[in-house]
T-cell receptor
Framework: KQEVTQIPAALSVPEGENLVLNCSFT??????LQWFRQDPGKGLTSLLL?????REQTSGRLNASLDKSSGRSTLYIAASQPGDSATYLC??????????????FGKGTHLIIQP | NAGVTQTPKFRILKIGQSMTLQCAQD?????MYWYRQDPGMGLKLIYY???????DKGEVPNGYNVSRSTTEDFPLRLELAAPSQTSVYFC???????????FGPGTRLTVT
C-alpha cells in the first residue's frame, strides 16, 4: 500500500527566506506526482505536476523535483512571502491505472511566513 | 469555465439521515473523484469514475454510494449518516493523459 510522508509537518520562517518542503513515498511505481496548496477552509489549488519521466518542474518562484527511484520529491520556494502561508500537500498517483485511479496524499506541511 | 462546483457548502445531518453531495464539472473531463479530508489528515479517496456509467471504489468507500449518468455530474450519496462521516468532502476531475487533478471548493459535513 502506497504511503506518502511529508516533512516537516509545520514550518515557520521569516519573509524572504528560501525553503524546501519534503515528500517521500513508499512505492516508486507512480505515474505522476502533484503538489497542491490549501488555504484555510478552502479547496486545493494545483501548483505543479511532475510526470514519472520528468525530473523537475518550475512555476515562478516554485520548483519541484522528483527522484522516483528513491521515492522522494522536494518543493523549493524561493524568496518566500507572507502570501505563501498555507498548507502544502504532496500527492502521488494510485495503483497501476496510468494515473486515472486517483491520488494518495500526504498529511501536508503547514507553512507560516512571518512578515 | 466554472471548473468543478460542489453543493452544498455546509450541511449538518442527524445520525441516520441521508443526503446527496452534488458535484459538477464543465471541462468535459472523463475522470472524476470524491475525497474526504479529516482534520490534520491528508485526503482519502472514496470513489472515482473513469467515465459515464463506470465507477470504482477507492480507499474508504464504506457508507457511501455514487453514480455517474452524465460526463458532467458525479453525486455522492450518504445513507444512514454516522458521526464518523463528519468531514470535508472534495470532488475533483481530470481529463487528459497527464491526469492533473482540479478540485472543487469542498462541502463541510457535520453529523450529530
Amino acid at each position: 500500500k502506497q504511503e506518502v510522508t511529508q516533512i516537516p509537518a509545520a514550518l515557520s520562517v521569516p519573509e524572504g527566506e528560501n525553503l524546501v518542503l519534503n515528500c517521500s513515498f513508499t512505492d516508486s511505481a507512480i505515474y505522476n506526482l502533484q503538489w497542491f496548496r490549501q488555504d484555510p477552509g478552502k479547496g486545493l489549488t494545483s501548483l505543479l505536476l511532475i510526470q514519472s519521466s520528468q525530473r523537475e518542474q518550475t512555476s515562478g518562484r516554485l520548483n519541484a523535483s522528483l527522484d522516483k527511484s528513491s521515492g522522494r520529491s522536494t518543493l523549493y520556494i524561493a524568496a518566500s512571502q507572507p502570501g505563501d502561508s498555507a498548507t502544502y500537500l504532496c500527492a502521488v498517483s494510485r495503483g497501476s491505472g496510468g494515473g486515472a485511479d486517483g491520488l494518495t496524499f500526504g498529511k501536508g506541511t503547514h507553512l507560516i511566513i512571518q512578515p | 469555465n466554472a471548473g468543478v462546483t460542489q453543493t452544498p457548502k455546509f450541511r449538518i445531518l442527524k445520525i441516520g439521515q441521508s443526503m446527496t453531495l452534488q458535484c459538477a464539472q464543465d471541462m468535459n473531463h472523463n475522470y472524476m473523484y470524491w475525497y474526504r479530508q479529516d482534520p490534520g489528515m491528508g485526503l482519502k479517496l472514496i470513489y472515482y469514475s473513469v467515465g459515464a456509467g463506470i465507477t470504482d471504489k477507492g480507499e474508504v468507500p464504506n457508507g457511501y454510494n455514487v453514480s455517474r449518468s452524465t460526463t458532467e455530474d458525479f453525486p455522492l450519496r450518504l445513507e444512514l449518516a454516522a458521526p464518523s462521516q463528519t468531514s470535508v468532502y472534495f470532488c475533483a476531475s481530470t481529463g487528459d493523459r497527464v491526469y492533473e487533478q482540479y478540485f472543487g471548493p469542498g462541502t463541510r459535513l457535520t453529523v450529530t
